[in-house]
């Protein structure tokens, strides 16, 4: 018997889920009130708003969705940065849709982390944004991840799969629209928006769709990383994500990505660069994570 709509569990990333609907049958509205994509987008997409991308990089860098963005051939090594966060990936496909990459399981990232060791997710909600933290470098963990960013689109979308190879889910990363670099750092820049949507493996066409850490995101706003109306704005971001691609299962889950393999070349993993971003990034560290 499949649970009914509603229901709570827990992921396993240790977040609160919340049933929401079921692909091609069923969405239930997260925002309470519809909001424009433009509207929500400008509510979030401020100055200052990336969090603390390198100020020299980030200036050189352009919207994904205009004409003249840089382009990034298959096979390139690129880094995806979360203000904080900055992860490596290969180049699989880019094109005028949006950019495909792969993370091979074992590459290296840097990610903010308490400064008395273990996860910020192990942090309890209400202090979670206002601890003290430094910056760790750590590997991609478990089987490697296919990851979309649809040009000019809130969300990035990653194909996570078992470890037979078999499709695990989909998780629908809700961020900023990216921005892209070239040259030595090249890459894509954007923020987490805290609030994301899975889709289950499991009966496929019907799949199960859950909306995930939606208390974190309100515990956000309590200290002080987002505004209630912001808040607002991203739970907007969900509703259009569903309404734009994953209720009718169109692009990009309807190409193939859960069941696609990588090459071994482009599933080799591989180290951040010795750039001086990277060098600089190292020694982030901070007494809150407001705006990271």
Request: charged share 25%.
């Given at each position: ?19 929401i609907g079921r692909r091609a049958e069923v969405w239930r509205p997260v925002a309470r009130t519809p909001m424009p994509l433009s509207e929500a987008i400008g509510l ?158 499991e009966h496929p066409g019907s799949e199960d769709i859950w909306l995930k850490d939606a208390d974190e995101l309100d515990a956000s706003v309590v200290q002080g990383r ?67």
């Amino acid at each position: 018997m499949r649970l009914p709509l509603g229901s709570t569990d827990v992921s396993a990333s240790g977040g609160t889920v919340t049933l929401i609907g079921r692909r091609a049958e069923v969405w239930r509205p997260v925002a309470r009130t519809p909001m424009p994509l433009s509207e929500a987008i400008g509510l979030l997409d401020t100055p200052g708003a990336h969090g603390v991308h390198h100020a020299d990089v980030f200036a050189r860098s352009l919207p994904s969705s205009v004409p003249d963005a840089p382009r990034f051939a298959p096979g390139d090594r690129i880094l995806w940065r979360y203000g904080r966060v900055i992860e490596t990936a290969r180049v699989v496909r880019d094109d005028e849709r949006g950019l495909v990459t792969w993370i091979p399981a074992g590459s290296t990232r840097l990610e903010p982390g308490p400064v008395d060791g273990g996860r910020s997710r192990d942090v309890p909600l209400e202090d979670r944004f206002r601890i003290p933290w430094r910056i760790r470098e750590a590997a991609w963990n478990g089987q490697g991840v296919l990851r979309v960013a649809p040009a000019g689109k809130p969300w990035s979308v990653w194909f996570f799969r078992r470890p037979d190879g078999a499709p695990a889910g989909v998780y629908v990363n809700l961020e900023l629209p990216h921005r892209r670099v070239t040259g030595s750092d090249a890459g894509v820049f954007s923020r987490d928006l805290v609030l994301d949507v899975w889709l289950a493996a499991e009966h496929p066409g019907s799949e199960d769709i859950w909306l995930k850490d939606a208390d974190e995101l309100d515990a956000s706003v309590v200290q002080g990383r987002f505004t209630a109306h912001q808040a607002e704005a991203i739970r907007a971001l969900a509703d259009h994500a569903g309404e734009d691609f994953i209720v009718s299962g169109a692009w990009p889950l309807d190409e193939g990505w859960d069941t696609w393999t990588p090459s071994p070349d482009l599933n080799e993993p591989f180290d951040l660069p010795a750039s001086e971003e990277i060098a600089a990034a190292r020694e982030w560290s901070g007494t809150e994570r407001l705006h990271g």
